[in-house]
T-cell receptor, first 115, second 113 residues
Framework: NAGVTQTPKFQVLKTGQSMTLQCAQDMNHNSMYWYRQDPGMGLRLIYYSASEGTTDKGEVPNGYNVSRLNKREFSLRLESAAPSQTSVYFC??????????????FGNGTRLTVT | GENVEQHPSTLSVQEGDSAVIKCTYSDSASNYFPWYKQELGKRPQLIIDIRSNVGEKKDQRIAVTLNKTAKHFSLHITETQPEDSAVYFCAASNTGTASKLTFGTGTRLQVTL
């Protein structure tokens, strides 16, 4: 039981390049989330998926897109990376559908640097 | 939307002392208040949560208190140990369909020997 698995762990991009962050969970959770973590700003929600087949914007969605491929997988895509997207990205899941009020299980994070 | 403020941003205590971290929230409809611990270079992990139908919850050396009238909640760690050194995040959300979990900006706790 691996929990929430994110790939890659580290990535360096040049401005304008694109990439996809992958996330998978094996806990049969209904909801999945993408957060970014910047120094002094806590965790900010980018996008979430309250159930398979649905996605919604969070607090900071600009410059990102997501896909809930199936119940297990939720990917985050940067179409044209900008230095402002340099951050640590965390994927998370929770058991409840639409559950922003149930415990989150986080992946180990992806450290992204955009030069 | 919800706004969560967390204080202090850094806290240093001696081993064995108690540590208290405080958070305030703005949305009176918020009813779920989790606390996450993040060790250096690691992922955040839930350590305790409380819902608005209770005023206090304990789990060994950790306790959380909630004052709905004042819209604040606090994390209390007693008999601190070096392994308690980490960044702690509070958060708040409600059960509405448009609800989001909003995090505080974190408290870096350092437990010194």
């Amino acid at each position: 039981n691996a929990g929430v698995t994110q790939t890659p762990k580290f990535q360096v991009l040049k401005t304008g390049q694109s990439m996809t962050l992958q996330c998978a969970q094996d806990m049969n959770h209904n909801s999945m989330y993408w957060y970014r973590q910047d120094p002094g700003m806590g965790l900010r929600l980018i996008y979430y998926s309250a159930s398979e087949g649905t996605t919604d914007k969070g607090e900071v969605p600009n410059g990102y897109n997501v896909s809930r491929l199936n119940k297990r997988e939720f990917s985050l895509r940067l179409e044209s990376a900008a230095p402002s997207q340099t951050s640590v990205y965390f994927c998370a899941s929770s058991e409840r559908a639409g559950g922003h009020n149930s415990p989150l299980h986080f992946g180990n994070g992806t450290r992204l640097t955009v030069t | 939307g919800e706004n969560v403020e967390q204080h202090p941003s850094t806290l240093s205590v001696q081993e064995g002392d108690s540590a208290v971290i405080k958070c305030t929230y703005s949305d009176s409809a918020s009813n779920y208040f989790p606390w996450y611990k993040q060790e250096l270079g690691k992922r955040p992990q839930l350590i305790i949560d409380i819902r608005s139908n209770v005023g206090e919850k304990k789990d060994q050396r950790i306790a959380v208190t909630l004052n709905k009238t004042a819209k604040h909640f606090s994390l209390h760690i007693t008999e601190t140990q070096p392994e308690d050194s980490a960044v702690y995040f509070c958060a708040a959300s409600n059960t509405g369909t448009a609800s989001k979990l909003t995090f505080g900006t974190g408290t870096r706790l350092q437990v010194t020997l």
